[in-house]
């Protein structure tokens, strides 16, 4: 059984960060370790779990800002989409230098691209590039849930006015690659609440289905 839970890490920037792990095998995922938290460390040692991996949904300052902390404690690489991984490395382009910090994480283990499958047990999480927010940005599928980073919110959409960014490719994405899922899939988004593929078909008023 695959299990998600989430943690807001970074106050400041009300970042979501998700535990992903599958109860049979116990290797787990973290999902943009927003802070370091050993808190959650200290859960996932005594959950007995597997790090396995820590996957960023794009490359922006206040989603990566862990990796190096958790990669060092667990030992675990760093997967990033091949487009964003720039970003870890350079302040400016992660935008942490215009938060007030310049951060430089750990440059990525493993480079992401559309269609990869990633594995917890037996259970395929499968990569989707969904450009827009930034040109690597990418949403996780595991089952029903659809980890969506800055691409998709709850009624609302990731910015597009950041470098890297562009309307028509995240309004693109949305439609073409999320909007084809099944209504019930659970979306659980880089920052504010769930929502669902369903719901964001009726309400949400940036994007309109086909």
């Given at each position: ?7 807001i890490?970074?106050k ?14 116990q290797?787990?995922?973290l ?7 050993e ?16 996957v ?5 300052g ?27 490395s350079?302040?400016r ?46 949403c996780?599928?595991?089952?029903k ?18 470098p ?7 309004i ?28 964001e078909?009726?309400n ?7």
């Amino acid at each position: 059984m695959i299990k998600l839970e989430t943690y807001i890490l970074l106050k400041e920037y009300q970042t979501n960060t998700y535990l992903l792990y599958d109860t049979e095998s116990q290797e787990a995922m973290l999902i943009d370790p927003a802070a370091y938290s050993e808190c959650l460390a200290q859960h996932i040692r005594d959950s007995n779990l597997r790090l396995k991996l820590i996957v960023n949904t794009h490359g922006h300052g206040d989603h990566i800002g862990a990796n190096a902390a958790f990669a060092r404690s667990f030992g675990c690489p760093i997967a990033i989409h091949s487009l964003d991984a720039p970003m870890l490395s350079d302040g400016r382009k992660n935008l942490s230098l215009y938060m007030g910090y310049d951060l430089a994480s750990t440059a990525a283990d493993q480079l992401l691209k559309d269609g990869d499958v990633l594995m917890l047990g037996e259970v395929p999480v499968k990569v989707i590039h969904t450009p827009g927010h930034t040109k690597g940005s990418l949403c996780l599928l595991v089952n029903k849930y659809l980890v969506s980073g800055d691409t998709l919110f709850e009624q609302s959409i990731g910015r597009t006015d950041l470098p890297g960014g562009d309307h028509a490719a995240i309004i693109a994405s949305i439609q073409d690659k999320l909007f084809v899922l099944p209504d019930d899939v659970l979306v659980y988004p880089g920052h504010g609440p769930a929502t669902s593929i369903g719901l964001e078909k009726v309400n949400n008023p940036f994007v309109k289905e086909r």
